[in-house]
């Protein structure tokens, strides 16, 4: 609580203020400011909310009130984690105090929020006009450059890899040693290479690695050139390890689902135990719901994974299912706007939960899903015989045909995966039985029998890791297998 002292003295300071009393040892509206901050900094967080809030009220045309606000917002955002509370105090600062720079600071939170929250292109365009007005209005303000680095990310969701492009190499332009500009050139790689430019990909990123050896950016740089010079350049044949992690036999209880997490850890659903585990570091711990009947594995940015089940659709952290999107769902994913996609081969398309309101995608027959970079998905479809490349609005971008140049064809993929460079990988079932995995452009980059692989099992799930390998869960077995 607030001492008696203390409250008193602030009562005084925002009378003064309030009546505009003259001022002794500096303007009050400061000294105001400057006693919620002290108390801030004690972490003494009511005291000093108490105080920006009687600021706010007695002096609202202050510039200390427009500080204030931002405080108050910042607040809400890194400690409260309440960002729908910040959302008014910072409209307040672009309205009431354009015309000083914290407006600038208070439109470049107001666009990371509404980005972050955005799973809609019209919800990103929102959050694009604060960008663009930070960057117009204020120009030479120190965060402009996460503005244009923001901007570029949103083109990227978009789809408008020009615009992204520019964007981000105008970022990397402005302070080319800040970490803002190494994640921009991180990100202007990715562009190159949606744009079929492997090769400028590449320099990219290695100027990257090589510029700012030790920096997270560089490691991440070096992982990416590592994938892609092995998948895409020397194409080495693939391999077994035989059980992975070595010497873990009959580890796993039933292991159906594999997914890959944002940092890279291993997601494994277990049929016995009806949920989710993370490994890392070389142990099991639950990392999501009891979902019976899982059909596909989601890891959003929480950590936290979900599972589509064939009995009770959708079921997120909390447990609590969702309706079936579909009858009888078969599988799913989660793209890069955070919504979910599920599929059933007998629906009339494919089920998008979130945004404004769930939708229907035109896509028939579909029966394994997985996510692209791009915002779309590779769909696969065991009645037409298909892999569908689409974008985010569901249209069919290029078709592989099943089979297409393999040695022989395949009737039914089993299992589903991608990575974040837009690599796809595949079980396989037919006179091909086995791995398959292909590049952005749907060209096989590498492939081969179980047979020639010495490995047999009941294989139902698999991954791609940060290395480019290929993880395959065996259920009959109750064990891995990693084909690096």
Known sequence: MTEPGTRLRTIALVLAVACGLPAQDGDMAERLFRSGERAYAAHTY????????????????????????????????????????????????????????????????????????????????EAMADYNRAVDLFPDHPLVQEARL??????????????????????????????????????????????????????????????????????????????RVRLRLQKPPLASEGPWPQGRQKWLKTPTLLAMGPEGDLYIYQADDDRPYRFKDGALAPAGPVAKGGKALLVPTSGTAWVVSGKSGLIREDGAPGAPPVPSPSGGM???????????????????????????????????????????????SDAARNLRWVDAAGQVKFT?????????????????????????????????????????????????????????????????????????????????VRLP
Not at 72 to 84: I, T
Not at 341 to 347: E, F, I
Not at 369 to 374: D, F, K
Not at 444 to 449: D, G, M, N, P, Q
């Open 46 to 125: 009511a005291e000093a909310l108490d105080t920006w809030n009687q600021l706010v009220q007695a002096a609202p045309q202050s510039p200390f009130a427009a500080q204030a606000l931002l405080a108050l917002a910042r607040h809400q955002l890194e400690v409260e984690r309440k960002p729908e509370a910040a959302l008014p105090l910072l409209d307040r600062v672009r309205t009431e105090h354009l015309k000083t720079p914290y407006a600038g600071t208070a439109l470049l939170l107001l666009g990371n929020i509404k980005s972050d929250r955005a799973r809609t292109p019209a919800a990103l365009k």
């Open 150 to 227: 923001r901007l570029g990310l949103a083109h990227m969701r978009m789809g408008e890899w020009g615009r992204a492009l520019q964007s981000l190499i105008e970022a990397m332009r402005l302070d080319p040693a800040s970490p803002f500009a190494r994640q921009a050139q991180l990100q202007a790689a990715e562009v190159l290479d949606l744009q079929g430019d492997g090769t400028g990909c590449l320099r990219m990123l290695q100027d990257l690695r090589n510029r700012h050896a030790g920096s997270p950016e560089a490691e991440e740089a070096r992982w990416r050139i590592q994938v």
């Open 334 to 380: 989660l793209d890069t706007w955070g919504n979910v996609w599920v599929c059933d081969p007998g629906a009339p398309g494919v089920a998008v939960i979130g945004g404004d309101a769930p939708r229907t995608l035109p896509l028939q027959g579909v029966s394994l899903l997985a996510a692209l970079p791009t915002g779309g998905a590779v769909a696969a």
């Open 400 to 480: 592989v045909p099943y089979g297409k140049d393999l040695p022989a064809p395949f009737r039914t993929v089993v299992a589903l995966a991608s990575d974040p460079l837009g690599h796809v990988a595949a079980l396989v079932d037919g006179d091909f039985e086995g791995v398959v995995v292909w590049g952005p452009e749907g060209a096989v980059l590498r492939s081969a029998t179980y047979k020639a692989l010495g490995i047999s099992g009941k294989f139902r799930a698999l991954a791609l890791d940060r290395a480019g390998a290929v993880i395959l869960a065996d259920r009959s077995n109750d064990l891995l």
